[in-house]
């Protein structure tokens, strides 16, 4: 069983900046694409960014020249840079992973975390 954990959310101004991170554990996975998405109160859940085992991204176009997703493959850890920040930006976080076991890729979420931008 694999886990993920996000931390980092949390209240900021308006032209903010947060960090957000997600942790995977367990034994015996290794990680395809990692991504971020967000949910809004009273809307759907939308994709924030998404990057690759090799490094390729891809972002939401709300998000383009803003946010930097990044993550670090041997500690199977990724980050959300989030700068700039507006109060559209106000939303639960998911950190997102395809996970390999074996043969087989599995689609984790973590349980999500807040990020509020108001003044």
Do not use: H
């Amino acid at each position: 069983q694999v886990q993920l954990v996000e931390s980092g959310g949390g209240l900021v101004q308006p032209g903010g900046s947060l960090r957000l991170s997600c942790a995977a554990s367990g034994n015996g996975f290794s990680i395809d694409a990692m991504g971020w998405y967000r949910q809004a109160p009273g809307k759907q859940r939308e994709l924030v960014a998404i990057i690759t085992t090799g490094g390729t991204t891809n972002y939401g176009d709300s998000v383009k020249g803003r946010f930097t997703i990044s993550r670090d493959n041997a500690k199977n850890t990724g980050n959300l840079q989030m700068n700039s920040l507006k109060p559209e930006d106000t939303a639960v976080y998911y950190c997102n992973a395809i996970i390999r076991m074996r043969l087989y890729k599995y689609n984790y979420w973590g349980e999500g975390t807040q990020v509020t931008v108001s003044s």
